[in-house]
């Protein structure tokens, strides 16, 4: 069985300061990490994904994660927040064992909240 | 890119009635799809798995006979809410797997969600 820690339900930060957004996983098997973002009453939208390969991820609007097998970690970071970057954030994991017909298990989700 | 189409956004039902929503991978074909349920201010919870042209596969605590889960075509899945009552109120959110994807690719994308409200 494999399960999402997002340490942090809230997350506030001020408008240009670096956010983190710290998620840690378990999984038996090397894992496959994903963020994604959620507007309200919206989908979901892929932020950044780790499969194999490099463990430093570049995604979309200036996100970054890491993937540290050590730690069991892969934290979302931004060096610098935009108001636009208000939203809730999940982290997921698959361990792909099936093939691909495996759906993703989620983190609780972190909200994150820009001060202007 | 990969697009999928989810449909209706928000749906409206009277207690006891059924309700079905779309979920259409609009320009590439997909061989799983997933069906979410998401409760106000909480994660997505993965509620089954359909193949198609195969019965889906439930996840614990998942009444089948209540969600029915339908993948016919290679791009078009739909789930059933049947005989809702307002507990079944929630979010319900698809993901199609992109056929094109080799394993280490692993792309997923997901639909809009539909927000379902049981009076």
């Known amino acids: 069985a494999q399960s999402v820690t997002q340490l942090g339900s809230h997350v506030s930060v001020s408008e240009g300061a670096l956010v983190l957004l710290r998620c840690n996983y378990s999984?038996?098997?090397?894992?496959?990490l994903f963020w994604y973002v959620q507007y309200p009453n919206q989908g979901l939208q892929l932020l950044l994904k780790y499969t194999t390969g490099a463990t430093l991820v570049k995604g979309i609007n200036g996100f970054e994660a890491e993937f540290k097998k050590s730690e069991t970690s892969f934290h979302l970071t931004k060096p610098s927040a935009h108001m636009s970057d208000a939203a809730e954030y999940f982290c997921a994991v698959s361990d792909g064992s099936g093939g691909g017909a495996d759906g993703l298990t989620f983190g609780k989700g972190t909200h994150l909240i820009i001060q202007p | 890119g990969a697009v999928v189409s989810q449909h209706p956004s928000w749906v409206i039902c009277k207690s006891g009635t059924s309700v079905k929503i779309e979920c259409r991978s609009l320009d590439f074909q997909a061989t799983t799809m997933f069906w979410y349920r998401q409760f106000p201010k909480q994660s997505l919870m993965l509620m089954a798995t359909?193949?198609?042209?195969?019965?889906?596969?439930?996840e614990q605590g998942v009444e089948k006979d209540k969600f029915l889960i339908n993948h016919a075509s290679l791009t078009l899945s739909t789930l059933t809410v049947t005989s809702a009552h307002p507990e079944d109120s929630s979010f319900y959110i698809c993901?199609?797997?992109?056929?094109?994807?080799?394993?280490?690719?692993?792309?997923?994308?997901f639909g809009s969600g539909t927000r379902l409200t049981v009076v």
């Open positions: 993901s199609a797997r992109d056929f094109r994807s080799v394993w280490w690719n692993y792309g997923y994308t």
């Open positions: 359909s193949n198609e042209g195969s019965k889906a596969t439930y």
């Open positions: 999984s038996s098997v090397p894992p496959y």
